[in-house]
Antibody, heavy 123, light 111 residues
Framework: QLQLQESGPGLLKPSETLTLTCNVSGGSISRGNSYWGWIRQAPGKGLEWIGSISYTGKTYYNPSLMSRVTISVDTSKNQFSLNLFSVTAADTAVYYCARHQDSSGWYYYMDVWGKGSTVTVSS | SYVLTQPPSVSVAPGQTARITCGGYNIGTKSVHWYQQKPGQAPVLVIY???DRPSGIPERFSGSNSGNTATLTINRVEAGDEADYFCQVWDSNTDHVSDHVVFGGGTKLTV
């Protein structure tokens, strides 16, 4: 059974770079028809999509975060990563990684989620 | 960018039917997915492709999508259904240059 596990620092200072890694186990990240994405949820708020990547490296980003985000994939390690630059308190959230599935390439849904990683930005 | 609108809250008595809406321009032309999130837990997919259920999701959960509104319906609501529910679409253009994931703001279901 496919499982995703986020890892990364729980606490950062303003202006630092957040790096999170999602380790994929129980299946290959190189499976076709899948994208791999990052979603965050600020305390008491809804879900905010950050961006997604295919195993070939094709990326899509939330326009509101695009200037500060890069997502990369390492198929040899079966994992993908998020870099969020110049963090502020507004980036404090639970960060989830998730697999996107769809056979057509037009209607992706997220069928497997990690448990989430809590990130706090504070001086 | 595409916007999905959900009511902030829906309240229903146990055993009754809950309907949670997700509004968007011509959303009927898109494929809508629904997630359930309980406090302190990751979201769980409950409906995909407008009305399909993943394995393990009770038949009490169903979905529909037409015009400008998609609806998640939960029949015979149980206390354990109390959670936040989010709708989602994958907003694509014809050449897949700038595809986006869009979430609704979420609806808190109180039982």
């Amino acid at each position: 059974q496919l499982q995703l596990q986020e890892s990364g620092p729980g606490l950062l200072k303003p202006s630092e770079t957040l790096t999170l890694t999602c380790n994929v186990s129980g299946g290959s990240i190189s499976r076709g028809n899948s994208y791999w994405g990052w979603i965050r949820q600020a305390p008491g708020k809804g879900l905010e999509w950050i961006g997604s990547i295919s195993y070939t490296g094709k990326t899509y980003y939330n326009p509101s975060l695009m200037s500060r985000v890069t997502i990369s994939v390492d198929t040899s390690k079966n994992q993908f990563s998020l870099n969020l630059f110049s963090v502020t308190a507004a980036d404090t959230a639970v960060y989830y990684c998730a697999r996107h599935q769809d056979s057509s390439g037009w209607y992706y849904y997220m069928d497997v989620w990690g448990k989430g990683s809590t990130v706090t930005v504070s001086s | 960018s595409y916007v999905l609108t959900q009511p902030p809250s829906v309240s229903v008595a146990p055993g009754q039917t809950a309907r949670i809406t997700c509004g968007g321009y011509n959303i009927g032309t898109k494929s809508v997915h629904w997630y359930q999130q309980k406090p302190g837990q990751a979201p769980v997919l409950v409906i995909y492709y407008d009305g399909d259920r993943p394995s393990g999701i009770p038949e009490r959960f169903s979905g529909s999508n037409s015009g400008n509104t998609a609806t998640l319906t939960i029949n015979r609501v149980e206390a354990g259904d109390e959670a936040d529910y989010f709708c989602q679409v994958w907003d694509s253009n014809t050449d897949h240059v700038s595809d986006h994931v869009v979430f609704g703001g979420g609806t808190k279901l109180t039982v």
